[in-house]
């Protein structure tokens, strides 16, 4: 889709979707498992790596080759006046199991190991930093190339080094030997090893030593740095990175809790719409995201169909909005599914900052926060299948939650349907 904020050349030329790669080696006919059903998909910043998270709890980390074969960096590239003739290139980087299936004994609940969110933080000293999460438990992984020690050379070749015998040789005296109170053995015999540091004339001649180490071969090595855990009693749907490069949040329906990244036992709760008696609760946090450039704003989305936009310098606990966005309902188009089909599934800020994206279950649409009176864009995703909405009632689909995003320069935006992209 395009919103109508890109040049006018772009706006004549309508987007041509083909595929530019596919991964797997998944051959006809070969039925797709649930363990490798994406969950979560995630470009960094600079659009030269892509992470991946499955339902079997796998992160799949690819890296862009094309930018190198070309001598310069993406953002590079496109400041310059002609076109890439050719489509970005990824390769498969390397992956690692992110989380585990695991129960909760206290309340008797499984946590499943698939991947809901994936998030990449800032690299330094070419080491690569990401979140991952599943509904309970957050990870900080650091992927960063190591090399890898290999001996190639030894003192005793192996055909002539004893086996795995004694290390001072393998005579083993049959003489009864006497031993001292402290355990120590009470004569000297090079079968036996003492305490101190007493080698036979000439040396152990079976003692096998590298004496010569390279460190030629680098291999990629994924670490958990921090595990972010116990502080959702629901499931989470949101983590986001704070420009500060510090801090992150996470969201589950009733609360949003601040975090640091060099702390993993404390979090804060900053947003906490639970109320007092179940009974009254009306509607749920479904999004959260911080402010691309501003570190103290964020935006919140809820299942009546709101966006709340808070400032976390009023107060610690953000129980008031700065902000409001919300579409008035038009009079007389009020039925049973209104109230569904209006929650908010996914918002994402502009690069900018300016606009906020937001999907629900019909429509994509567009808001200014400098304007709270209505959206400045609506975009008609499921427009057509609003006759059948008791079917999809019927069988939960009108309950599928879709994602959303927009491009580097806002000019384009982006959606998920059935069977087909918009």
């Not at 009733?254 to 993993?264: A, G, V």
């Not at 809820?302 to 966006?307: A, E, N, T, W, Y």
Request: aromatic letters at 10%; hydrophobic letters at 35%; one cysteine or more.
């Amino acid at each position: 889709m395009d919103n109508g904020g890109g040049s006018s050349e772009a706006a004549a030329q309508p987007l041509e979707w083909k595929f530019s790669q596919v991964f797997g080696e998944r051959t006809a006919g070969e039925e797709v498992q649930e363990v490798d059903i994406i969950s979560a998909i995630e470009f960094d910043k600079s659009g030269d790596h892509l992470a991946t998270g499955d339902r079997g709890g796998r992160v799949v980390l690819f890296e862009r080759t094309d930018t190198r074969d070309n001598g310069g960096q993406r953002r590079d590239l496109e400041m310059m006046d002609y076109s890439m003739s050719r489509h970005p290139e990824f390769r498969y980087k390397t992956e690692f199991q992110s989380h585990e299936p695991e129960f909760d004994y206290l309340k008797s609940l499984e946590i499943e190991e698939k991947i809901n969110k994936i998030r990449w933080c800032q690299s330094a000293n070419s080491a690569l930093y990401l979140l991952s999460t599943n509904d309970k438990t957050i990870k900080l992984w650091k992927v960063q190339e190591k090399k890898v020690k290999k001996v190639f050379d030894w003192n005793v070749h192996p055909e002539k080094a004893a086996g795995n015998g004694p290390i001072f040789g393998s005579h083993v005296s049959a003489i009864p030997k006497s031993y001292m109170a402290n355990g120590g053995c009470g004569e000297r015999n090079f079968g036996c090893a003492s305490n101190d540091s007493s080698f036979p004339p000439g040396g152990v001649s079976s003692l096998r030593l590298p004496v010569v180490v390279t460190s030629q071969e680098t291999n990629l090595v994924a670490g958990c740095r921090r595990i972010y855990a116990h502080a959702h009693d629901y499931h989470i749907n949101s983590i986001s990175n704070n420009s500060d490069g510090e801090t992150f949040i996470s969201a589950d329906d009733l609360r949003i809790n601040l975090w640091n990244l060099e702390i993993s036992n404390q979090s804060f709760n900053i947003v906490d719409v639970k109320p007092a008696n179940m009974e009254d609760l009306t509607e749920v946090i479904t999004s959260a995201e911080f402010h691309p450039t501003h570190c103290n704003m964020l935006a919140y989305s809820s299942s009546k169909g709101s966006i709340r936009l808070i400032d976390m310098r009023q107060s610690a606990l953000c129980d008031t909005h700065s902000k409001l966005f919300e579409e008035q309902e038009a009079p007389g188009t009020r039925s049973f599914f209104t109230e569904i089909i209006a929650s908010i599934s996914d918002i994402k800020f502009a690069r900018n900052g300016r606009h906020i994206l937001s999907r629900d279950y019909m429509t994509l649409k567009l808001w200014d926060i400098n304007m709270d009176s209505g959206p400045v864009a609506t975009f008609q995703v499921h427009e057509h299948l609003r006759p059948k909405l008791c079917d999809l009632y019927e069988n939960d689909s009108i309950f599928d939650k879709f994602e959303c995003c927009l491009s580097g320069d806002g000019g384009r935006v982006a959606t998920g349907s059935y069977r087909f992209a918009t």
